[in-house]
């Protein structure tokens, strides 16, 4: 089967078997996984190995190399300290952490991206990239390889919702992608090194999207969707391929690769409102040798993304909006399957495994549905009680970097809707009204679930300020 011929030759370029390593974003970057043995059921009690409390706060995906959970989070009140930590994925101690100055400092509030970017992980080291534009590589045992700072190479950023675009790896490269109000770019730097191998400019754009690497006919392919256009590199020299320019709100959902399928995601772009158009810009694509190198096969209708990316697993196409509604596609056509409406709103990309798709709900709440075209609810998990939650929101809200700053300057606010809320951040304090500051504190404020690795037997749940291992007791 292809999808395992691909899965095999990125865990031998990366170096470990299936179901042990979950290396970067979305794992290989499709959020599908090979593991084996995974728990159907939890509470807050029952097949909870261990939780252990983090420092500072993160928005970054765990990841997962030889027995160690790899974590990345951001402390002070301007963001000033950036942390990298191990956790032994056993038993959930502490192996090592270490601390480095930013760069380039940013208010530290529900408001902005705090950590968002997720590490990449291989047999040689980790690779951790900061909204601070710091790119720092270490071994496993925590010494620095390598450090840079973009932003003090090549300008400070311009997003005023802070960045949040995860890097890709390939086996000797970490790519990175700068979409922001100033020069924008992209930047392949040798993992072994830390040095340039290439790097290639763009038009300046707001996106908080990551780029994905796509191995086809042998050749790795870097694609990259953001604000109103779907690019393809050739990863080994940086060269453009080929674009897809008539996307609307593809600015948070990264795409998906998949056995030569490549589908994108996209949201409501509420600066510039056109539903159909949003509707339309999730699609799939054909990957072709001939020009212009794709073809497209379907456009949406219905679907429209929002934090979470889209997934394709056995045959289908998941899609999750902002209220939690999931929408079942089939790959080939298109044809919509089921729509239901999910046990909890997400923010992290479901998760395929095997005849299962997991949606960790972003207030703790997972649904597991059966793979396939028909809807069947297999389990609702809750890591806490309703009660127990509420209690940590309002515990949560006390505290100083969850507070966003009234309003400076007395200008008009800006419009309900026309930012988007946090993971990635949202418009500076001084753009929001008291109804939106309100509502981005009681939405990004508390348990908030970011991020999932898997490996096998095991789950890796990470919020703001806690690392949750499930783990079934079979």
Known sequence: MMTTFLHGLLLAIIGTSPGDSWAGFRGDGTSTTFAVHLPLNWTGRDNIAWRVELPGYGQSSPVVWNGRVFLTATEGAEKEKLLILAVDARTGAVLWQRDFPATQRGKNNPAMSRAAPTPLVDAQGVYAFFESGDLIALDHNGQVKWQRSLTKEYGPFQNNHGLASSPAQTDSAVIVLIDHGGPSYLLAVEKSTGINLWRVERPSRMSWTSPIVARHRGKDLLIVSSSGALNAYDAANGEALWELADLNGNNIPSPVYFDGFLVVGAGENRLKPDLVASQRSN????????????????????????HASPL???????????????????????????????????????????????????????????????????????????????????????RPENRIPMPMGGGPPAPMGSVPPAPVGSAPPATLSPAQRESMIAEAVGDVVYGVAVVDGTFFVRTGTELICIRSRD
Not at 284 to 302: F, H, Q, S
Request: charge should be positive; aromatic fraction near 10%; include cysteine.
């Open 283 to 306: 699609c799939c694509l054909k990957l072709t040798d001939d020009a212009p190198g794709y073809e497209v096969v379907w456009r949406g209708r219905k679907a429209v993304a929002h």
């Open 312 to 398: 394709i697993h056995a045959g289908h196409v998941y899609i999750v909006t902002k209220p939690g509604l999931v929408f079942c596609l089939d790959l080939a056509t298109g044809e919509e399957r089921y729509s239901e409406r999910l046990d909890n709103p997400c923010w992290a990309t479901p998760i395929g495994a095997a005849d299962r798709v997991y949606f960790f709900g972003k207030d703790g709440v997972t649904t597991v549905l059966k793979a396939g075209p028909k809807y069947e609810k297999l389990a609702t998990n809750r890591l806490w009680t309703e009660a127990e939650f509420q209690a940590r929101k309002e515990q949560a809200k006390s």
